[in-house]
C-alpha cells in the first residue's frame, strides 16, 4: 500500500524536489492570483524545510496552477505543484502524529479503515448484546446512555488530545508565534467561503475536467464541512439539553438537535457522494498518490456515519434501530478514534497553517 | 475531421484563436491547424503574462488613464520611429475594446504581479498567465464548434494568382489537403528554426538560445514568400535579451530572465567588460543585452555581483555560482582567474562614493573607466561573490507578411483575395524594430479579431 522504504532511505527528497519546483514559481509568478500559497512563496528567496512544509498544508490542491504552468511535463522542468504538495502535505501530517506508524496506515490504506470499521460495528454489537438495558426510551432502550456515554467521551477526548499535540507540534516546527484574534479572524473568515479553493475569483478549481473551472468541489466541500459543524452541534446540543436541562433523547422535530442534525446529515451525505464521484474523474496524478485509497475510505466512513445517523433517525420506533443503533454507533466510534490518523487532520492542519499565514501577511 | 470547413486557421496561439473564435462566432465552420501536441499548444502565447492596453479611464485591473498618444509614443521610442502610423493606432485603439472581449471568452485578468509595479498602469495582467488564457481560449472556441487538430503542422500553402487554392497537412502521419474557401495564418516567426537563423545572423545564433515554442519554424511563411507573398521586416533581425546561460535550449520561458545586470560587472569570455551596466534601468535595457552578448565571442557573457546586491533584483530559475574570492569564482565560470581579478579591481578602482539608489538612476558613475558604468556604480568587495553566464535568448523574429488594415496579405500584384495573417507573423508591419513589453498579444488579439472577422465576411 505504501512504499516505506523510499521515504525513510531518502527523508528529504520530497522536501528537495518541492523546493526545486518552488524556485521556479517564485522566478516565475504568473499563478499568484490564485491562492495563499502563491503569496506566500513571494514574501521569501529562500526556503527552509519548514517553509515547504507550510506552503503544503497551505495549499487546498486546487489545481488551478497545474493547468495554467507552462513547465508542466513533458517540458523538462516538469512542474507539478499541487502533487509534491499533496505528497508533503501527507508526509507532514504522518511525522507530527502520534503514533506515528499508525497515521501511516490510515492516511494510507482505505482496506485499514475499513477493517477498523468493521471491529468498531463488533465492539458495538457486542456491546449493546452484553449490556443490555433493562428499560429505557427510543435509542436508549437499545443501548443505555450511560454505556454511550462511556464510551464516546474518551473515545472523543483521546484524539482530540492526539490532535492537539500534533498540532502543537506543526506549530512550533513552522515557527508559529503568538495568535491574535485578527489572524483568527482571517483564517476562519477563509475557511468559511474556502476562499482557496475559488481560484482567486470565485471561479472556483481545476479538479473534475482538466482545466475547466467548476464550484463543484468548493460546494461538495463546503457542503460536508457545514453539515459536519451542524451535526456536531446537534450533538453537542444534545448533550447539554441533557446534563444541564435534565432533558434526555428522544426530542422532537422542532428541537435543536434535531433542526440542525438533520439538514446537516442531509448536507453531509450528499457533500461526501458529490465529493466521491469528483475524486474518481480527477487526475490522481496531481494529488497525494499515496493516500488516494485512505482519502476515498475516509470519504466514504464519513458518508456512512451520516446516512446511518439520517436513518436511524427515521427507523425511530421501529425493530430496525436494534440493528442500526450499533452499525451507525460503531461508524461514529471508528471516524473519532482515527480522527488523527484519516483525512480528517486536514482541516486542524489547514487552519493551523491559514493562522500561520495570517500573521506573515501585510 | 471536418472535411469541408469554412475556414482554416494555422497555427494555435492567441492569434489564431481569436481569429477562430470572431469566424465561429459569425456562424462559421472553423477548423485550427496546431503544429504542436496538446501540451505545448499555444505557441508563444502560453508563456506571456499581459498585454498593454489603451485606456482613457479606469478599465477592469487597470487604473488610471493610458491614452492613444502616450501608448502612441512609447512605442515610437522603442521603433524609432520605424513603425506603421496608421497600423499602430489601430492596434492601440483595438486594445482598449479588446479588453471586455476577452474576458467576455474567458479571460481572467488580475493586478500587475509583484515585482512588475512598472507596468501596473499600462499593462493589463492574465491571471494564471498566457497558458490559462490559451486554455480558456481553447474551451470557448471548442464550445463555438471549431475544430483543433494538434500535431498538424502544415507544409504548403497553394497560392495561385491572387487565391489560396489548397492547404496541405500532415496529422497522425498521413498526408491531408484541403480546399478551404478562406484562410488565416497566425503561425508565429521561425525563431525555432535554427538553421534559419543561422542563414539570417550567421554563425552565431547557432548559439543562441530560443525562449519559447520549437514549433514555429517558419514553415509557412517561407513558403509563401516563396510563391511572391509580399514580406516586411528585417529578414536578418530577431529580438534577442540576455537571458541565464543555463536555460534549455527552447521554451525555457520567463523564468531564465536575469535581471541583475544593473548591479553588476560583465565580462566576456576573455574576462572584459564590454559596454556600460548602468546605462538605464533594466526594464528599458534588457532587450540591448540579447545582441551585446550575442556580438562577444562565443555568445556569452557572465554577470558578477557581490553579496551586497543578491537581493536587490527579482530571483532567479539557476542559482547563482557562488565563491568566496574573484579567482575562485573565475576558475568555476571556466574565466581566467588573474583576467578577472584585474578587470574587477580596475573597476572597482574607478568606483566612486555616492548614494545607491537600486530603484532609480542613481548617477553612481566611475570615473576613467572605459567603457564607464553610469549608475549603481559600487565596487564588488564583499563575499561571497555570485556569477551568472549570459547568453541571448531569442523571443521572436521580424520578418513576416505584409498586411493592410483589414490583416490581407499582399500579394504580387494586390491582396490575395481569401488569405489574411495575424499576430506575430504580421508583427512586421507595425514593430519595424524594437519591442514594447505586451505590444505582442495587443498585435494577435486585434488583428487576430480583425482577421476573423474579414475571413467570415468573406465566405
Ligand atoms: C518568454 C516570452 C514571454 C513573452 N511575454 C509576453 C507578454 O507578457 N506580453 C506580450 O504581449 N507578449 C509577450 N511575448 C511575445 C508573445 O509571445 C507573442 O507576441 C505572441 O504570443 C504571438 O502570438 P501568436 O499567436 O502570433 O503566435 P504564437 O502564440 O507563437 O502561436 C503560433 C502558433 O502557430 C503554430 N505553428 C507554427 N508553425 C505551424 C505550422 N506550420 N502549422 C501549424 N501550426 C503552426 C505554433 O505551434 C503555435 O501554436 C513573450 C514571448 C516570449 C517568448
Ligand atoms: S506553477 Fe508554473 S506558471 Fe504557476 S507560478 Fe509556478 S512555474 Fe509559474
Ligand atoms: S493547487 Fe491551488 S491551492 Fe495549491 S498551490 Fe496550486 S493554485 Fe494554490
Avoid at chain 1, 482530540?160 to 476562519?188: C, E, M, P
Avoid at chain 2, 565596487?379 to 490581407?408: C, H, M, N, W
Wanted: proline share 6%; with cysteine.
Amino acid at each position: 500500500m505504501f512504499d516505506q522504504s523510499q521515504m525513510d532511505s531518502k527523508p528529504s527528497t520530497r522536501i528537495d524536489e518541492a523546493r526545486r519546483q518552488i524556485e521556479i514559481c517564485n522566478a516565475c509568478r504568473y499563478c499568484e492570483g490564485y491562492c495563499s500559497v502563491f503569496p506566500a512563496i513571494m514574501r521569501q528567496r529562500s526556503f527552509a524545510e519548514a517553509d515547504i512544509t507550510q506552503f503544503a498544508n497551505l495549499c487546498h490542491n486546487c489545481r488551478g496552477c497545474y493547468y495554467a504552468c507552462q513547465y508542466t511535463e513533458p517540458h523538462e522542468f516538469d512542474l507539478n505543484l499541487p502533487g509534491i504538495l499533496a505528497e508533503v502535505r501527507t508526509e507532514s501530517w504522518e511525522r507530527f502524529a502520534w503514533p506515528g506508524p499508525l497515521a501511516r496506515l490510515f492516511q494510507r490504506s482505505g482496506t485499514a479503515l475499513a477493517l477498523a470499521l468493521v471491529l468498531g460495528f463488533a465492539a458495538l454489537f457486542w456491546a449493546a448484546q452484553a449490556l443490555r438495558p433493562e428499560s429505557g426510551e427510543g435509542f436508549y432502550a437499545v443501548m443505555s446512555h450511560g454505556l454511550m456515554v462511556a464510551i464516546f467521551m474518551p473515545a472523543f477526548l483521546l484524539p482530540l488530545a492526539a490532535l492537539f499535540a500534533s498540532l502543537r507540534g506543526y506549530w512550533r516546527h513552522v515557527g508559529g508565534g503568538q495568535i491574535r484574534l485578527s489572524h483568527i479572524r482571517h483564517a476562519l473568515g477563509r475557511a468559511a467561503r474556502m476562499k482557496d479553493l475559488s481560484g482567486g475569483q470565485g471561479q472556483g478549481c481545476n479538479f473534475e475536467d482538466e482545466d475547466r473551472f467548476s464550484n463543484a468541489r468548493r460546494m461538495a466541500h463546503q457542503a460536508v464541512m457545514w453539515g459536519f459543524l451542524m451535526c456536531f452541534g446537534a450533538t453537542a446540543s444534545g448533550t447539554i439539553m441533557h446534563y444541564v436541562f435534565n432533558w434526555p433523547a428522544p426530542y422532537g422535530v422542532f428541537s435543536l438537535p434535531k433542526l440542525l442534525g438533520v439538514p446537516g446529515g442531509i448536507l453531509l451525505v450528499l457533500g461526501c457522494a458529490e465529493l466521491a464521484r469528483l475524486k474518481l474523474k480527477a487526475d490522481p496524478d496531481l494529488g497525494a498518490k499515496q493516500m488516494r485509497s485512505g482519502e476515498m475510505g475516509f470519504v466514504l466512513l464519513l458518508g456512512f456515519v451520516s446516512l446511518s445517523g439520517l436513518l436511524l433517525y427515521a427507523a425511530a420506533g421501529t425493530g430496525a434501530v436494534a440493528v442500526l443503533l450499533p452499525l451507525h454507533l460503531g461508524a461514529v466510534l471508528t471516524f473519532f478514534l482515527l480522527m488523527p490518523y484519516t483525512k480528517m487532520a486536514h482541516g486542524f492542519f489547514r487552519l493551523a497553517a491559514l493562522l500561520r499565514d495570517a500573521a506573515d501577511r501585510k | 475531421m471536418m472535411s469541408n470547413p469554412d475556414i482554416v486557421v494555422v497555427g494555435g496561439g492567441n492569434a489564431a484563436l481569436c481569429a477562430a473564435i470572431t469566424a465561429a462566432e459569425a456562424g462559421k465552420r472553423v477548423l485550427m491547424l496546431e503544429a504542436a501536441p496538446k501540451p505545448y499548444r499555444g505557441g508563444n502565447s502560453r508563456h506571456t503574462r499581459n498585454f498593454r492596453c489603451m485606456h482613457d479611464g479606469p478599465l477592469s485591473v487597470l487604473t488610471g488613464t493610458y491614452d492613444e498618444d502616450e501608448y502612441y509614443n512609447d512605442l515610437l521610442l522603442v521603433t524609432k520611429g520605424k513603425t506603421d502610423e496608421h497600423l499602430a493606432r489601430m492596434a492601440i485603439r483595438g486594445s482598449q475594446e479588446s479588453q471586455p472581449w476577452m474576458e467576455a471568452h474567458g479571460v481572467r485578468f488580475q493586478p500587475s504581479l509583484s515585482g512588475t509595479l512598472s507596468l501596473s498602469r499600462t499593462n493589463a495582467f492574465f491571471l494564471g498567465g498566457g497558458k490559462a488564457l490559451v486554455n480558456a481560449y481553447y474551451r470557448t472556441a471548442e464550445a463555438l464548434g471549431v475544430e483543433v487538430l494538434y500535431e498538424a503542422p502544415v507544409t504548403h500553402i497553394e497560392l495561385d494568382g491572387d487565391r489560396i487554392t489548397r492547404v496541405d497537412f500532415t496529422h497522425g502521419g498521413e498526408r491531408h489537403s484541403l480546399s478551404p474557401p478562406a484562410v488565416v495564418v497566425a503561425s508565429g516567426g521561425f525563431q525555432g528554426n535554427i538553421e534559419r537563423l543561422v542563414e539570417a545572423w550567421g554563425p552565431e545564433a547557432e548559439n543562441f538560445l530560443i525562449r519559447g515554442t520549437p514549433y514555429n519554424r517558419g514553415d509557412v511563411l517561407f513558403d509563401l514568400l516563396g510563391q511572391g507573398v509580399q514580406s516586411i521586416g528585417d529578414p536578418t533581425q530577431c529580438h534577442a535579451v540576455a537571458i541565464d546561460g543555463r536555460a534549455p535550449k527552447f521554451d525555457g520561458g520567463i523564468v531564465t530572465r536575469l535581471d541583475c545586470v544593473p548591479f553588476s560587472v560583465v565580462v566576456n569570455k576573455n574576462g572584459d567588460r564590454f559596454y556600460n551596466e548602468g546605462e538605464d534601468v533594466w526594464p528599458k535595457r534588457y532587450a540591448i543585452w540579447g545582441r551585446l552578448v550575442a556580438a562577444e565571442p562565443d555568445q556569452v557573457a557572465f554577470s558578477i555581483i557581490d553579496s551586497k546586491s543578491k537581493d536587490l533584483f527579482m530571483p532567479s530559475v539557476f542559482p547563482p555560482v557562488t565563491a568566496d574570492t574573484i579567482p575562485e569564482l573565475a576558475g568555476k565560470l571556466g574565466l581566467d582567474p588573474q583576467k578577472l581579478s584585474e578587470t574587477i579591481e580596475t573597476f572597482n578602482g574607478a568606483c566612486r562614493p555616492g548614494t545607491f539608489h537600486p530603484t532609480e538612476l542613481d548617477g553612481l558613475v566611475t570615473e576613467d573607466l572605459t567603457p564607464p558604468k553610469t549608475n549603481w556604480a559600487r565596487p564588488i568587495t564583499e563575499p561571497p561573490f555570485y556569477g551568472y553566464s549570459l547568453r541571448p535568448g531569442v523571443t521572436f523574429t521580424y520578418l513576416g507578411f505584409k498586411v493592410d488594415e483589414t490583416a490581407q496579405v499582399q500579394g504580387t500584384k494586390g491582396p490575395v483575395e481569401n488569405l489574411w495573417a495575424a499576430g506575430e507573423t504580421m508583427a512586421g508591419s507595425i514593430l519595424g524594430q524594437g519591442y514594447l513589453a505586451g505590444f505582442g498579444m495587443t498585435i494577435g488579439t486585434v488583428f487576430g479579431r480583425i482577421a476573423g472577422r474579414e475571413a467570415a465576411q468573406y465566405v
